[in-house]
């Protein structure tokens, strides 16, 4: 796997219950893909509150500890937001491959958010694959990231 992260870190991963299934398929997949994934639950499709399982995830991409994120809900908006109330986090929410894309190489985003509930898990899967993948293009785009942070 091509990859524009460092991937000798681990992968942080969280959700909430609406994510569970797809959370638990995901750890298995990258994990089979020799990859290492931190998890941060959620452990049951139980229901709970995302930010519980959200802000982990931010604060150890935030940390340096994560080479990036991955969080899901069922629109992926709660854990979207969430996140990006963390200083130094570029959580997107992606639901079609170009805006995997994009967001990598215009918004250097670390954390991709997946809606659960719209999206299938191959396609979610092939989500993650683009994220990995592609580069930020930085130029223009690090001076527009370089003012995202409130100081």
């Not at 629109?75 to 929410?93: F, P």
Request: hydrophobic share 45%.
């Amino acid at each position: 796997m091509i990859s524009s992260f460092d991937l000798s870190q681990p992968i942080a991963i969280g959700s909430d219950h609406a994510g569970f299934e797809y959370k638990t398929a995901i750890i298995d997949w990258l994990t089979e893909k020799g990859l290492r994934v931190k998890d941060f639950g959620v452990d049951t499709n139980k229901s709970v509150d995302y930010p519980d399982y959200a802000h982990p995830v931010a604060s150890f991409v935030e940390s340096g500890e994560a080479a990036f994120g991955i969080l899901l809900c069922g629109s992926a908006n709660g854990v979207c937001m969430t996140a990006n109330k963390h200083q130094h986090i570029r959580a997107a929410l992606c639901w079609e491959s170009e805006v995997a894309k994009l967001v990598r190489q215009h918004n250097n985003a670390n954390i991709i958010c997946l809606p659960a509930r719209f999206i299938a898990l191959a396609f979610a899967k092939s989500l993650i694959e683009i994220f990995i993948a592609t580069e930020f293009e930085g130029g223009r785009h690090a001076t527009r990231i370089g003012k995202m942070p409130c100081v």
